[in-house]
């Protein structure tokens, strides 16, 4: 007789699931188990001192009907319950992201399995409205969903641009995935790149931030990349690419001779480059001890090609000169200090 007898069950795979069975008799019966679709799972199942069945990291192929059997030399006496394995959906075949033209036909797949199998249904990202397979016409429009879960999209407008969003679901749970869908515009639409606000030339002070500006238009939108001296700009951490194409460099280095800098710009779109532009770094002079009676000679370096330099000593042009060394004569008595200013008209600057 049985005191406890195993129950049907449902569980989530790589549940552990236990089966129950007590029986009395006289004389005391064996208890076995058994399972009616064929052996119990290998390495995963355990018959517990208490008799009962236990059955561990459970897996769909494991769903059966599960027999307690109780015998003696008086007779025997069986009792059975059965096994349900529920498994989470998941994507088996994800939607690729597609580009088409107007009046086209597109078709997203979206193949699903799991335990039971999971209804599928489709939503634009950002729409309320959802698909489902074999959904009225009146109801869909352009929009169709098989029952194997494939969204088919028919006579694409531009306004079907956006990312589709495949969703699987059961009672063991849910996922989703989703593909975008760029609907190229017509030749009518198209507008070449313009550069609505370029960057401007700058003189700027060694250490400094430099942002240069690159606000663009265009139809599909353009992508922006800067150049240095006709080379692209990588592994350097001072130099970044800010929101709305802003360029940027921090702690600005002077150059180690005279040269330009220059940041052209390309516009994928329809590779237009745009003028030029310098970057002036500028150094600071220091102030010089000078012995008194001695000529002194100091140097006013400048990072480009020199025009026409001349020296200013407290705010008075003291000479003019080609050369980016300047002599000072000094008959004073008494050892003193300046700060010699430099001013000068360069190549670099028109």
Sequence with gaps: MFVKRPVNQVVLADDMVDFLCVAHGDPAPTIRWRREEGELPRGRSEIRSDHSLRLTQVRAEDEGTYT???????????ASGSLQVHVPPQIVVR????????????????????????????QKEGSQILLFPIQEAAQSGRYSVSLSGELTITDVLSEDSGYYICQAISVAGSILTKALLEVESAPSDRVPP???????NQTLAPGSTAQLQCHVMGNPLPSIQWEKDGQRILGDERVSLMEKGTFQITNLQVPERNVQRTFPIILKNVKIMFSMILINVERTLQTILFPSSVNAVTPCIIAYEIKHLTLHLNALQVSSYQSSEVTLLS???QPHAITPECYFQSNAIN
Excluded: H, M
């Design 331 to 333: 008959d004073t008595k």
């Design 95 to 122: 939607p690729r992201d597609q580009i088409t033209a107007q009046g086209r036909t597109v078709t997203f797949l979206c193949g699903t399995k799991g335990n039971p199998p999971p209804a599928v249904f489709w």
């Design 194 to 200: 313009i550069i609505r606000q370029g960057p401007a």
């Design 68 to 78: 307690c059997v109780s015998e003696n030399s008086v007779g025997k006496a069986e």
